[in-house]
């Protein structure tokens, strides 16, 4: 493995440090305060090609390294983490689900467009629907269900904390469609929003990440055609966890990205506020919290551009994605908090962006997978 990035790497995180800087930092606290998606973002974000950065060229993608990615969701978390679980989500869960497990058909029909971001001139973006009101982590008990009716599939139920909610066109649902058979009754189905009962629900007013748009979705009767089932039946379990690792190494870069956010806030904090006569930055308390979360910041990437790496290179990185994102998500959690404390009594007023920074934070040792969830991977892998 090296630890040099090469000079396209170096470019990628550029595009993506400028764009954070230009076009997501101006009115993030305000969209933060109103929950307003950030359509326009999302937007760009798809013109620049990072919103289908690991898909091949031959799907509309950007055909770029795991690597990338990583450092491309760094440096817009740094930012807006509203912004980056869009990009994560479309990129990690849609794009990856699609490409790795899709027909043909299918990747033609709803990959392409969704790499691109786009179809018609509009937005085209993705969600993935596994967690509901009594699966989040347990997500082997689903109460979503499709009847298999010859040439279609009847999907009934509900699903919550959907990222992408509103937003999205089109939906990979995990559905239950024999309960006899548990975890392999289990399927996944791609749905258009659009079709005919499919209800976007209520909006989840949140702690963090108010920009993003978490919905609940809801389905009545929905007609699915057989060819939107993902691989043979019973895959849809599988599926969900295979393309979830992934999806771990994103939202472990996520929370890298909104550590190093707050931890560059403060560092620059420290050197501009004084007090005892000096810069604050020349306290050793100060110096000694700069020096913890420098070094912890720096652990958590190693760890995100360990796990990239090895799914890059075909290895089994399902260890390495928990680990990243266990650990990525409680330093976001503690490099935050030091740095509303460096801050003082201006880092709990929204003005100087390291509240919003600790209220994003938390969320990254939830979703996609909660820390004990993680520790139960790495127990079962380290036991094995």
């Known amino acids: 493995m090296h630890l040099q990035l090469t000079e396209e790497h170096l470019m990628i995180q550029k595009a993506a440090r400028d764009f954070a800087i230009n076009e997501c930092l101006p009115g993030v606290i305000e969209r933060d305060e109103l929950q307003r998606f950030p359509k326009e973002q999302i937007t760009k974000l798809a013109e620049l090609g990072f919103m289908g950065m690991m898909v091949s060229p031959e799907y509309g993608g950007s055909g770029m390294d795991t690597i990338s990615y990583v450092l491309a969701m760094e440096e817009v978390s740094k930012i807006d983490a509203s912004v980056s679980v869009c990009m994560s989500v479309n990129n990690s869960l849609v794009c990856y689900g699609l490409q790795a497990y899709g027909s043909e058909e299918q990747k033609q029909k709803y990959l392409t467009p969704i790499a691109q971001g786009k179809k018609d001139g509009e ?71 659009k079709w005919a009962g499919v209800t976007v629900a209520a909006k989840e007013n949140k702690l963090g990440i108010r920009g993003s748009d978490t919905h609940t979705i809801m389905f009545s009767d929905v007609k699915v055609p057989k060819e939107n089932r993902i691989g043979a039946d019973g895959f849809g379990f599988s599926f969900a966890m295979k393309t979830l690792s992934g999806g771990r190494i994103g939202i472990a870069s996520q929370a890298l990205g909104i550590a190093s956010g707050a931890y560059e806030l403060a560092l620059k904090y420290s050197k501009e506020r004084k007090a005892f006569g000096k810069e604050i930055a020349q306290h050793q308390a100060i110096q000694f919290k700069l020096a913890d979360m420098a070094t912890r910041i720096e652990a958590a990437r190693l760890l995100c551009l360990k796990a990239a790496w090895e799914k890059d290179n075909g290895m089994d990185y399902a260890l390495s994605s928990s680990m990243a994102k266990v650990f990525a998500s409680e330093t976001a959690m503690w490099v935050t908090v030091e740095a509303v404390q460096i801050h003082g009594g201006y880092g709990y007023v929204k003005e100087y962006h390291v509240e919003r920074l600790m209220r994003d934070a938390k969320i990254t040792q939830i979703y996609e997978g909660t820390s004990e969830v993680q520790r139960i991977v790495i127990s079962r892998s380290i036991l094995k």
């Not at 969600?127 to 989040?136: C, D, N, Q, R, V």
């Not at 082997?140 to 066109?169: F, P």
């Not at 939906?171 to 309960?179: N, R």
């Open 123 to 193: 937005l085209y973006i993705g969600a993935f629907l596994l967690s509901e009101p009594e699966a989040g982590s347990d997500a082997t008990s689903q109460r979503t269900t499709a009847e298999d009716k010859g040439d279609y599939y009847l999907l009934n139920g509900t699903k919550n904390w959907i990222t992408n909610g509103s937003s999205a066109s089109v939906y990979l649902v995990m559905a239950q469609t024999d309960a006899s058979k548990g975890s392999k009754g289990i399927n996944c189905f791609i749905v258009e929003k």
